[in-house]
């Protein structure tokens, strides 16, 4: 229900009871003063859709190309030959994709959270993003660690550990792309406390950042990506993944903010494009997942105003469905949670009986292999009652009489 309607509906009511002279400075003093109005709107934000089945796609992609990597060797199947182009992909979507799908996972939380309390919210998010990433690992998951265990000959070292232990260490190794729900159910219930402490005041201040001060923030993004970066599993990047959520949260969450960034997509892409382009020549071959390659000035610059960019230019262009951008956005969640196992498991039995495939066929093969592997994964774990609790974090559908 739009505020207009809501506030005619007021209206109507006060004029039964007062004249329609007090009932005009009473409607004008709730739309004046009632900052919290923006949760009666329940228009959906159809280009934040738009951008997180398209970047899951993105990192579907990026996961192809990854098994094959002549960069980071852990866990892959391995390059091709010593210089691989197609792996300049790496290095032009890894600074932002991640960091883009938390940002926008901060403005969703405010959207959900205009319209529910904080219990709901809370058992909400721990159904969805915890139990997925934790009970989720134990009773489906592992079947992902025992692939990507055998595609890095890490059972030869295991061969005297008891059964029970070896399942642990399966269970851990399929985390997988689960590391993203982790760190957001985190982020959200941190978002909690910070809410108490602030009661909307940071929010509402938000609402008035200018656009230069937006594209000045990435100094923060830059001294965020120093700080709170787990050792040897480097995607845990609590610092900037961090700015990203919260600035999503307390600046991008209003429209009126993004509307303004809209205008200037143009220049945002030019810059990130720029920055894009050098640092993946200029670093092209040096592991991008760690420092300093990483973290430094240019890819902190290249994530930003690639953020920048798309909210910008989707939120212009990018707001609006069709049948196919409405079956990938209600799909997205379901490909992102199980791509990887049967990409992972096609690449390793193609290592095993057709190794001697050309490039093109193994991306071809493995690359359809996720999309429609993860598909009817998601189509067959979502029916089965208990397991698609654990694995999805889907409740039981109530039916409608």
């Given at each position: ?10 209206q109507?009511?006060?004029?039964r ?7 005009f ?5 709730v739309k004046n003063?009632c ?6 709107d329940?228009?959906?934000r159809?280009?934040?859709d ?11 992609i990026?996961?192809?190309i990854?098994?094959?990597n ?9 390059p091709f030959?010593e210089?691989q182009?197609q ?12 960091a ?11 959207y959900?959270l205009?319209?529910h309390?904080?219990?709901e ?5 721990t159904r969805?993003?915890?139990v997925p ?6 009773v489906f998951?592992?079947?992902?660690g025992y692939?990507?265990m055998?595609?890095s000959g890490a ?6 550990v008891p ?6 260490i ?5 985390i997988?792309?689960?590391w993203?729900?982790?760190?957001l ?12 402490i602030?009661r909307d005041?940071?929010?509402k201040?938000?609402e008035?950042?200018?656009v230069?001060l937006?594209a000045l923030l ?14 040897v ?5 609590f610092g900037?993944y ?6 999503g949260?307390?600046i991008?969450?209003h429209d ?21 382009i ?6 092209f071959?040096e592991?991008?997942a760690?420092?300093?390659v ?7 610059i ?6 920048l960019?798309i ?7 990018g707001n609006?469905e069709?049948?196919a951008s ?5 799909k997205s969640?379901?490909?992102y949670?199980?791509h990887y196992?049967p990409l992972?498991?096609?690449?390793y ?12 066929i193994?991306y071809i093969?493995v690359?359809?292999?996720?999309f429609a592997?993860a ?5 067959i774990?979502?029916?089965?009652p ?9 409740k039981?559908e109530?039916?409608?009489?």
């Amino acid at each position: 229900m739009h505020n207009a309607t809501i506030f005619n509906k007021i209206q109507q009511k006060m004029l039964r009871g007062v004249g329609r002279k007090t009932t005009f400075f009473m409607v004008k003093y709730v739309k004046n003063n009632c900052k919290d109005v923006k949760s009666m709107d329940n228009t959906r934000r159809i280009y934040l859709d738009n951008i997180r089945w398209i970047t899951v796609c993105i990192v579907v992609i990026y996961h192809v190309i990854y098994m094959y990597n002549g960069v980071q060797m852990f866990g892959v199947i391995g390059p091709f030959k010593e210089q691989q182009l197609q792996d300049a992909f790496q290095y032009l979507v890894y600074p932002w994709m991640m960091a883009l799908l938390y940002t926008v996972s901060g403005m969703t939380v405010r959207y959900y959270l205009e319209k529910h309390n904080l219990k709901e919210f809370i058992r909400d998010k721990t159904r969805k993003l915890l139990v997925p990433s934790t009970v989720g690992l134990f009773v489906f998951q592992w079947i992902l660690g025992y692939y990507n265990m055998k595609i890095s000959g890490a059972f030869e070292s295991f061969e005297s550990v008891p059964g029970i232990v070896r399942y642990v260490i399966m269970a851990i190794s399929g985390i997988g792309v689960l590391w993203y729900v982790q760190v957001l159910w985190i982020f959200s219930m941190l978002l909690l406390l910070v809410r108490k402490i602030e009661r909307d005041r940071i929010w509402k201040k938000g609402e008035k950042t200018p656009v230069w001060l937006l594209a000045l923030l990435t100094v923060f993004v830059y001294g965020f990506s120093q700080v709170l970066n787990t050792p040897v599993v480097t995607v845990y990047r609590f610092g900037i993944y961090g700015f990203c959520f919260f600035t999503g949260y307390f600046i991008f969450s209003h429209d009126e903010v993004v509307e303004r960034l809209s205008k200037w997509w143009v220049i945002f892409l030019i810059v990130a494009g720029i920055t894009g382009i050098f640092y993946t020549i200029y670093y092209f071959g040096e592991n991008y997942a760690v420092e300093p390659v990483l973290n430094n000035l240019s890819a902190c610059i290249y994530c930003w105003f690639s953020i920048l960019a798309i909210l910008a230019f989707m939120k212009k262009y990018g707001n609006s469905e069709n049948k196919a951008s409405r079956w990938m956005s209600k799909k997205s969640w379901g490909i992102y949670v199980f791509h990887y196992l049967p990409l992972a498991c096609v690449a390793y039995y193609l290592r095993c009986f057709a190794s001697e495939l050309p490039a093109g066929i193994v991306y071809i093969v493995v690359g359809i292999s996720a999309f429609a592997g993860a598909l009817l994964l998601y189509e067959i774990i979502s029916r089965i009652p208990i397991i698609r609790w654990c694995v999805l974090g889907l409740k039981k559908e109530k039916k409608h009489v």
